[in-house]
C-alpha cells in the first residue's frame, strides 16, 4: 500500500482500489452469473472466483491492513435489481447480528500499523455511478464515539444526509472496508443489475462466522489459499504467504 492509500484508510474508513480486475476477467465472471449457476459461496463458483480469495493485486492490502494471518471469513454475493432495496446503515459496536461476532469489528493505529477486525474486499463486476445506490457509507465513523446517536430515518435512507455518501465504483474496481465503519445498502435505481462479490476476511486469530470453510468441499486449492480458508486460532499459525 502507498502511504496515502494507508492515509484514506486511516482518515474515512474505506478505501476504493481501481482496476483490480481485467475487462476480460470481469467479462468471465458476468458470463457465468447470465447462466444462473449460482450455488452456494462465490468462491466455490469455479476458478475465476476461487482465485479472488487471495487475488494478488489485494494480497498485499490484506496482510498491510489485518495482518500476516490474515483468514478468509465468509463470502457472498449481491446482485440487484433496479428499485430493489437491502439493508439499512449498520456496522461498529451495533453491527453485530444472531451467528456473529459484534465484537470482530474493530478499527485499531498503533505505532505506524494499521490493524481491522472483519473487513471487506467488494469486488465489482458493474459499474456504479454516482446515485446509483449499492454501497454507501459514514466515512471516518469507524472512529466515532455517537454511532448510536444516528436517526432512524437517515439509517434507512428515508432521509438524504450531507454525511452519508455513495462512492462511485467502476466494474473491476475493489471497494475496501472496515465493519468498524458505518454503511449499508442504498436502493438501487441504475437499469442495469447491481453485480457485487463481498469477500469478508479476519485476522488469523478471530471470527465473524463460526460456519468454518471446509477445504474438501474445494479442488485445486493452492497451498496458500488453503492457509487462508484455515478456522480461527492462537498460537503456532502458518502466515498465509510463506517466508
Given at each position: 500500500m502507498t502511504g496515502e492509500e494507508k492515509f484514506q484508510v486511516d482518515l474515512e474508513g474505506y478505501l476504493v482500489i481501481k482496476n483490480v480486475l481485467s475487462d476480460e476477467e470481469v467479462a468471465e465472471m458476468n458470463t457465468y452469473i447470465d447462466e444462473d449457476k449460482m450455488n452456494g459461496r462465490p468462491s466455490q463458483w469455479g476458478e475465476p472466483f476461487k482465485r479472488l480469495i487471495d487475488h494478488p493485486k489485494i494480497l498485499p492490502y490484506l496482510i498491510t491492513l489485518l495482518g500476516p494471518h490474515v483468514r478468509l471469513d465468509h463470502d457472498?454475493?449481491?446482485?440487484?435489481?433496479?428499485?430493489?432495496?437491502?439493508?439499512?446503515l449498520h456496522g461498529g459496536e451495533d453491527g453485530g447480528r444472531a451467528g456473529g461476532n459484534v465484537g470482530d469489528h474493530w478499527y485499531k493505529y498503533r505505532d505506524g500499523?494499521?490493524?481491522?477486525?472483519?473487513s471487506v474486499m467488494?469486488?465489482?463486476l458493474a459499474d456504479a455511478p454516482a446515485g446509483a445506490g449499492g454501497f454507501a457509507c459514514i466515512?471516518?465513523?469507524?472512529?466515532s464515539n455517537f454511532a448510536p446517536e444516528i436517526p432512524g430515518d437517515v439509517r434507512s435512507f428515508e432521509r438524504d444526509a450531507h454525511y452519508v455518501v455513495q462512492p462511485p465504483l467502476e466494474?473491476?474496481?475493489?471497494?475496501?472496508f472496515t465493519e468498524?465503519?458505518?454503511?449499508?445498502?442504498m436502493p438501487w435505481t441504475a437499469s442495469h443489475q447491481r453485480r457485487s462479490l463481498l469477500y469478508k476476511y479476519s485476522p488469523g486469530h478471530s471470527a465473524w462466522?463460526?460456519?468454518?470453510?471446509?477445504?474438501?468441499e474445494y479442488s485445486g486449492l493452492t497451498e496458500q489459499q488453503k492457509r487462508m480458508l484455515l478456522p480461527p486460532s492462537i498460537g503456532r499459525r502458518p502466515k498465509v504467504v510463506e517466508q
Open positions: 457472498y454475493a449481491i446482485i440487484m435489481n433496479s428499485g430493489e432495496k437491502r439493508g439499512r500499523v494499521i490493524r481491522n477486525g472483519l467488494t469486488y465489482n466515512p471516518a465513523s469507524h472512529k466494474a473491476g474496481d475493489v471497494l475496501f468498524a465503519l458505518i454503511h449499508g445498502t462466522s463460526d460456519n468454518y470453510y471446509n477445504i474438501e
